[in-house]
Nanobody, 126 residues
Framework: QVQLVESGGGSVQAGGSLRLSCEAS????????MAWFRQSPGKEREGVAD???????NYADSVKGRFTISIDNAKNTLYLQMNSLKPEDSAMYYC????????????????????WGQGTQVTVSL
């Protein structure tokens, strides 16, 4: 049973930084694609960043150049370093995972994330 536990959220002033962490358990023996999503009240959930088993990363246009997704496989922990935070970054942030599949020498992600954490709140004020 895969479990994801986020931490690191909080309140910060605009221009500040936060680092979110997502500790994964129950993932031994499988390879996963990992991602961060966020959702604020009245808005749809949106993908923020993702990383595949080969370390390839993707970012939403709204966070490119400010956020960095990374993973420490030895600690089974996913990170999201958030710099130059803006009030519009305020949201509940969720960690997500999906099993990747291997084909012709490459790992693939379908974008169908079936495992989710409980979320950590980020609030950015002016």
């Amino acid at each position: 049973q895969v479990q994801l536990v986020e931490s690191g959220g909080g309140s910060v002033q605009a221009g500040g930084s936060l680092r979110l962490s997502c500790e994964a358990s129950g993932t031994a023996g499988m390879t996963y694609c990992m991602a961060w999503f966020r959702q604020s009240p009245g808005k749809e959930r949106e993908g923020v960043a993702d990383i595949d088993p080969e370390g390839t990363t993707n970012y939403a246009d709204s966070v490119k150049g400010r956020f960095t997704i990374s993973i420490d496989n030895a600690k089974n922990t996913l990170y999201l370093q958030m710099n130059s935070l803006k009030p519009e970054d305020s949201a509940m942030y969720y960690c997500a995972a999906e099993r990747s599949f291997y084909h012709d020498g490459t790992w693939y992600c379908r974008g169908n994330f079936g495992y989710w954490g409980q979320g950590t709140q980020v609030t950015v004020s002016l």
